[in-house]
């Protein structure tokens, strides 16, 4: 079980934010110290004592380069990265791009609630191809919804891959189906894969640009090592676009307002990348066996609450409907639980009744929290 150091007083948002007595599974980060190849790299850039300006980091471009060869035998360029500080950026900057206002976005709830204001900056409209669910209870893409939410309007379908919150890992055939309407249709496709590292034994992670050439032109990749290494507070993220026009497009969008990746964050970066790997795989067992102990609580405990496997992430999208509360089942937990999980309703209309839970924690956290919300109930 990986080290989990006292975060109170430590200007941490997730901590911070509810008070001491509240244990936060809210907001997506690990309480996990990071790679100690990284907390490495950070001492000895700080150890020379000059922090000037820094060039953009063609090192990091190469170990990202690497990176997407060797997990996904995916062939980039270090040409074809823009680095940024963030993802939320980067979706915002390509609705900007490819989009005029008045025109639709396409998206995916329940999903990361930022998405959602990604239009509203843009000027744009948001429609909706909600995931629903088999009547096996798995989440999958229905292509004929899917087709058919896309307007005459539409020129961007923003991806969630892995699925945040429902923890998706969407499989080679619902990538395709996508992929093909899209293009079809002449819709660009930007997609978060920010979690593409965290996923979990049984899948396997497929970037949608890595498919085919025609589907890569069309397509904008957004990823980092911020959730996978818990590094978000350096700002290292990067944009993949192996379009020369669209990337132009996206270059030209940025209108000096959007920087590069910081001297720390490009340390953090290329150390996480190059040297972080078998830290991952521990972490990865460690969430596992959270993810696990959490379902088999509910099930024992609250089996009201249903909990769909996630097939990565570290973050649990729980229904709560069958518990009966008349209100915010994340409020009526925060208040009588003391407990802090994100609010359902945040992901789209489809979430709600339901919350978000944060299991990259220790397991005394984890405990402690569930023992908690079952008291209250």
């Known amino acids: 079980m990986f080290h989990s150091p006292d975060r109170t007083n430590s200007d941490s948002l997730k901590w911070g934010l509810y008070g001491d007595d509240v244990l936060p599974l809210w907001v997506a980060d690990m309480d996990f110290t990071s ?8 001492q000895e850039r700080v150890a020379h004592g000059v922090f000037g300006y820094a060039r953009e980091s063609q090192e990091l471009k190469e170990v990202i380069t690497a990176h997407m060869e060797t997990l996904y035998h995916w062939h980039i360029a270090p040409d074809d990265i823009i680095l940024l500080p963030g993802v939320v950026a980067g979706f915002n900057l390509v609705a900007q791009a490819v989009t005029q206002p008045g025109e639709s976005i396409l998206m995916q709830p329940p999903v990361y609630p930022p998405f959602f204001k990604a239009p509203k900056y843009a000027g744009a409209r948001a429609v909706f191809n909600s995931i629903g669910k088999t009547e096996q209870g798995e989440y999958r893409v229905n292509l004929e919804d899917f087709s058919a939410a896309v307007e005459e309007d539409t020129r961007l379908f923003m991806l969630c891959n892995p699925h945040n919150p429902i923890g998706r890992v969407f499989s080679r055939e619902e990538l395709l189906g996508m992929a093909d309407i899209c293009l079809r249709r002449g819709v660009i496709i930007c997609s978060d894969e920010i979690h593409s590292d965290l996923v979990y034994n049984g899948y396997q992670h497929i970037p949608i640009a890595s498919l085919d050439p025609e589907i890569a032109a069309s397509t904008v990749t957004l990823l980092a090592p911020s959730k996978t290494y818990n590094i978000a507070g350096l700002e290292c993220s990067a944009l993949i676009c192996t379009n020369p026009e669209l990337k132009t497009r996206l270059q030209h969008a940025r209108r000096g307002l959007l920087g590069s990746v910081n001297l720390m964050g490009a340390a953090a970066g290329v150390a996480a990348y190059r040297h972080g790997g078998a830290w991952l795989r521990e972490v990865l067992s460690t969430l596992e066996a959270n993810r696990d102990y959490l379902m088999g609580f509910l099930s024992a405990n609250i089996p009201q609450i249903k909990m769909t496997k996630p097939e990565a992430t570290y973050l649990a999208w729980l229904d709560c409907g069958e518990l009966g509360l008349a209100g915010s089942p994340a409020k009526y937990f925060l208040e009588h639980a003391r407990v ?14 339901f919350v978000r839970l944060n299991f990259g924690c220790s397991r005394e956290t984890l405990q402690a929290a569930l023992e908690r919300m079952a008291s209250a109930l």
Do not use: D, R, T
């Open 35 to 42: 790679p100690p190849e990284v907390i490495a790299a950070l």
């Open 340 to 353: 802090a999980l994100n609010e359902g309703e945040e992901f789209g209309e489809p979430g709600k009744g």
